[in-house]
């Protein structure tokens, strides 16, 4: 319980996740301090990841979006909200801040104990020739959604700058406004943070709902049009014409209340903290998307503005208030420190979903993390004779020297977040791929399979590094010395196969051994990688040099899709 003199005052700059969760669990601890939240939005607690949704009238009704309101800080907590209200100063040897209300102009200086940075992050605009004309729109706020939702009313056609989370958020839910929309994204993938290969399922599904995508495009500028549209300059030569655009490249913490007070500040542009949440001076402490966090595979520095981190922060900086304040350390089984970051996350794109979680291909190589191997698959989200089945596309990576899970991506249909779900929480346990291939998870004939597709990941893998099942690298594909043999049945050959490969389907393989060269490798491939697994294990147990290449003739597809 709190000391009688414990009426410290908590001063917290910014609500939404970060914020709002710091500001209720501190009260939750310290029933007699005075807690006071300021945000210069007219909202202090507001779902922002649902304002596409809003645009796209899936949420018909805008105060669904608002989580908290002041009232219910007031009456619930009582925590004191001061909306619409701008931190301008912070005086750190006095210990307070200069709030400005927007709505009267009024300064005032605010004394406090402890106060928390929770700005977040803001929107790039970079300096483009006519991108700050009225056409063009960020989406942050619930006002930035009543303007787009204005806009749409009287707009046919739409462009999107950014194929990421909220830019294919927005291209989905401006389609199904009835608009004609067009994706422009500067990297030559969608879903920037996912591997090209894995990307490539996600832009197959974006251009069958008739969305058009001009990849490796920057755009060079903004023009108005005589009629009141924009037309949109790309680096590609194009020209593209729309009655609105939605800006969705990206977001820059708001860093600049903490450098103007001197605090430090990141290589990737975020204020540093150390595990509690603790900014350089020890009465700041700061959280949420204007934090730098470290990547919990890789050890990088890095800027992660997800909502679940946020929430988390919140909650770890209240208990180290609480102990800076008061003195109080509660004995607990686990003392709450920040960890870093995962990066899980996922996406819903017109009945698609995408997941992921840990490091990517990518993130391992920036950070020079060598020894890694990589499995593909694909497997029906629930078994085959029960209707409705869907392939779950996954990637697997882990470590070659002891098999811990390092990451995961998947896209498919129903039940594909929950197989990173498993996989996310594996990974922050330690777990390897030998303990994925032994989960026992929910089995019934609507939801899985004996086998989930989590084991299955983790059979794969754990094959390979026992010596049973040698993969060969998808990068090498086309070198000299190299047979690529497919496994599947004639018809299926001839449907589609590797450029240079020949056919000798499973059945057959026994009995025409005699056919295969001795002098070099072989490289086994059919649909997805089961069947040449089997046929592996018989040319392995016959002398051969083979490998297999993972996720079979659809991860050659995919592969071909992100290369061209």
Same mark, same amino acid.
């Given at each position: 319980?709190?000391?009688?003199?414990?009426?410290?005052?908590?001063?917290?700059?910014?609500?939404? @996740?970060?914020?709002?969760?710091?500001?209720?669990?501190?009260?939750?601890?310290?029933?007699?301090?005075?807690?006071?939240?300021?945000?210069?939005?007219?909202?202090?607690?507001?779902?922002?990841?649902?304002?596409?949704?809003?645009?796209?009238?899936?949420?018909?009704?805008?105060?669904?979006?608002?989580?908290?309101?002041?009232?219910?800080?007031?009456?619930?907590?009582?925590?004191?909200?001061?909306?619409?209200?701008?931190?301008?100063?912070?005086?750190?040897?006095?210990?307070?801040?200069?709030?400005?209300?927007?709505?009267?102009?009024?300064?005032?200086?605010?004394?406090?104990? @402890?106060?928390?940075?929770?700005?977040?992050?803001?929107?790039?605009?970079?300096?483009?020739?006519?991108?700050?004309?009225?056409?063009?729109?960020?989406?942050?706020?619930?006002?930035?959604?009543?303007?787009?939702?204005?806009?749409?009313?009287?707009?046919?056609?739409?462009?999107?700058?950014?194929?990421?989370?909220?830019?294919?958020?927005?291209?989905?839910?401006?389609?199904?406004?009835?608009?004609?929309?067009?994706?422009?994204?500067?990297?030559?993938?969608?879903?920037?943070?996912?591997?090209?290969?894995?990307?490539?399922?996600?832009?197959?599904?974006?251009?069958?709902?008739?969305?058009?995508?001009?990849?490796?495009?920057?755009?060079?500028?903004?023009?108005?049009?005589?009629?009141?549209?924009?037309?949109?300059?790309?680096?590609?030569?194009?020209?593209?014409?729309?009655?609105?655009?939605?800006?969705?490249?990206?977001?820059?913490?708001?860093?600049?209340?903490?450098?103007?007070?001197?605090?430090?500040?990141?290589?990737?542009?975020?204020?540093?903290?150390?595990?509690?949440?603790?900014?350089?001076?020890?009465?700041?402490?700061?959280?949420?998307?204007?934090?730098?966090?470290?990547?919990?595979?890789?050890?990088?520095?890095?800027?992660?503005?997800?909502?679940?981190?946020?929430?988390?922060?919140?909650?770890?900086?209240?208990?180290?208030?609480?102990?800076?304040?008061?003195?109080?350390?509660?004995?607990?089984?686990?003392?709450?420190?920040?960890?870093?970051?995962?990066?899980?996350?996922?996406?819903?794109?017109?009945?698609?979903?995408?997941?992921?979680?840990?490091?990517?291909?990518?993130?391992?190589?920036?950070?020079?993390?060598?020894?890694?191997?990589?499995?593909?698959?694909?497997?029906?989200?629930?078994?085959?004779?029960?209707?409705?089945?869907?392939?779950?596309?996954?990637?697997?990576?882990?470590?070659?020297?002891?098999?811990?899970?390092?990451?995961?991506? @998947?896209?498919?249909?129903?039940?594909?977040?929950?197989?990173?779900?498993?996989?996310?929480?594996?990974?922050?346990?330690?777990?390897?791929?030998?303990?994925?291939?032994?989960?026992?998870?929910?089995?019934?004939?609507?939801?899985? @399979?004996?086998?989930?597709?989590?084991?299955?990941?983790?059979?794969?893998?754990?094959?390979?590094?026992?010596?049973?099942?040698?993969?060969?690298?998808?990068?090498?594909?086309?070198?000299?010395?190299?047979?690529?043999?497919?496994?599947?049945?004639?018809?299926?050959?001839?449907?589609?196969?590797?450029?240079?490969?020949?056919?000798?389907?499973?059945?057959?393989?026994?009995?025409?051994?005699?056919?295969?060269?001795?002098?070099?490798?072989?490289?086994?491939?059919?649909?997805?990688?089961?069947?040449?697994?089997?046929?592996?294990?018989?040319?392995?147990?016959?002398?051969?040099?083979?490998?297999?290449?993972?996720?079979?003739?659809?991860?050659?597809?995919?592969?071909?899709?992100?290369?061209?």
């Amino acid at each position: 319980m709190a000391s009688k003199d414990s009426n410290k005052r908590v001063l917290i700059v910014g609500g939404v @996740a970060g914020g709002a969760s710091c500001a209720a669990r501190y009260r939750r601890l310290c029933e007699r301090c005075d807690i006071v939240v300021f945000d210069r939005g007219p909202y202090v607690s507001f779902a922002n990841c649902g304002l596409p949704y809003y645009v796209g009238d899936v949420i018909e009704e805008e105060k669904a979006l608002l989580v908290a309101t002041p009232r219910l800080f007031k009456d619930r907590f009582r925590i004191e909200v001061c909306t619409e209200t701008e931190i301008r100063s912070i005086d750190r040897d006095k210990q307070r801040i200069l709030a400005k209300s927007l709505r009267s102009g009024e300064e005032r200086w605010e004394s406090y104990d @402890a106060l928390v940075l929770a700005p977040g992050a803001g929107a790039l605009r970079p300096p483009l020739p006519g991108i700050d004309l009225p056409g063009v729109h960020v989406l942050r706020t619930i006002p930035d959604s009543r303007r787009i939702r204005a806009a749409v009313e009287e707009a046919s056609s739409a462009v999107v700058v950014g194929g990421g989370f909220i830019g294919l958020e927005m291209a989905e839910n401006l389609r199904r406004r009835g608009l004609g929309v067009s994706v422009v994204e500067a990297a030559p993938q969608l879903m920037p943070p996912l591997d090209e290969e894995m990307a490539a399922f996600v832009s197959a599904t974006v251009r069958e709902n008739s969305i058009d995508l001009h990849l490796g495009a920057a755009v060079e500028s903004f023009e108005q049009l005589p009629g009141g549209g924009v037309r949109v300059a790309t680096s590609e030569g194009v020209r593209l014409d729309a009655d609105l655009v939605i800006l969705a490249i990206g977001v820059r913490p708001e860093t600049g209340l903490a450098r103007d007070a001197g605090l430090p500040i990141g290589e990737r542009g975020g204020i540093l903290v150390d595990q509690d949440m603790r900014t350089e001076d020890p009465a700041i402490w700061a959280v949420g998307d204007a934090v730098e966090v470290r990547d919990f595979v890789t050890g990088a520095a890095m800027l992660m503005p997800l909502a679940g981190p946020a929430n988390r922060q919140g909650r770890i900086a209240a208990g180290s208030i609480l102990g800076a304040l008061l003195g109080e350390r509660r004995k607990q089984l686990k003392p709450m420190a920040f960890r870093g970051v995962q990066g899980t996350a996922v996406c819903g794109l017109f009945g698609l979903t995408v997941a992921m979680t840990g490091a990517s291909e990518k993130s391992l190589l920036r950070a020079s993390v060598a020894d890694y191997g990589k499995v593909y698959l694909h497997p029906g989200n629930h078994v085959g004779y029960y209707p409705g089945a869907e392939p779950i596309h996954m990637k697997l990576l882990f470590s070659k020297v002891d098999g811990k899970v390092l990451g995961a991506q @998947a896209v498919g249909g129903a039940g594909t977040e929950r197989r990173i779900d498993v996989i996310a929480m594996a990974l922050q346990m330690g777990a390897t791929v030998f303990d994925l291939e032994e989960s026992e998870l929910c089995y019934a004939p609507q939801f899985g @399979a004996a086998k989930d597709p989590v084991n299955i990941a983790g059979m794969i893998a754990a094959n390979h590094l026992r010596g049973d099942l040698p993969l060969a690298d998808w990068d090498r594909l086309g070198e000299p010395g190299i047979t690529v043999v497919d496994v599947r049945t004639e018809e299926e050959f001839v449907r589609g196969h590797i450029p240079g490969s020949r056919n000798v389907p499973l059945e057959q393989i026994r009995g025409r051994l005699g056919e295969l060269p001795r002098d070099g490798e072989i490289w086994l491939v059919c649909g997805v990688g089961q069947r040449a697994y089997y046929a592996t294990r018989v040319l392995l147990q016959n002398d051969f040099k083979v490998k297999n290449l993972s996720g079979g003739y659809v991860s050659y597809q995919a592969f071909m899709e992100a290369r061209h």
